[in-house]
């Protein structure tokens, strides 16, 4: 069997074949996590795969217009996540393109202003859709 120390990180892939390698090799229940639930059924154990978060914060990287009728505003995104040791606002690294519906203009009449921090998230067909988190 390989060696099954735990050496993982965040956003490290774990395969259905090393879940189920640590689980015959400890003997013992497995606790869910991010991006995994387990329980003990009458056969074993039982693990399933979460869906991964999908919503995050946000900092435009461009102006978003506001709606326009069905059309909605669109800009760019950086994605961030709190690294609660500091606490920091940290970058993923990720940029996207994403849609607003908000038809509310602020102070500059753009919907979000570039720069300005905002909440994301990825719908089922892998579109961003954003709406700001403070206003200017």
Request: with cysteine.
């Amino acid at each position: 069997m390989d060696d099954l120390r735990p050496t993982f990180r965040r956003g490290d892939v774990l395969t259905a074949e090393t879940i189920n390698a640590l689980v015959e090799a400890t003997g013992i229940d497995i606790r869910g996590g991010a991006g995994v639930q387990a329980r003990r059924t009458r056969r074993g154990v039982q693990i399933t795969g979460i869906q991964p978060n999908t919503s995050y914060l946000a900092k435009a990287t461009s102006d978003f217009n506001v709606r326009s009728g069905t059309t909605p505003g669109t800009g760019g995104l950086d994605l961030y996540y709190i690294d609660d040791a500091g606490p920091t606002i940290t970058t993923l690294g990720i940029s996207v393109t994403a849609y607003t519906s908000s038809n509310k203009a602020q102070t500059s009449g753009k919907a979000i202003n570039s720069g300005q921090y905002c909440w994301a998230e990825q719908d089922p067909f892998g579109v961003w859709h954003t709406m700001p988190l403070e206003c200017t």
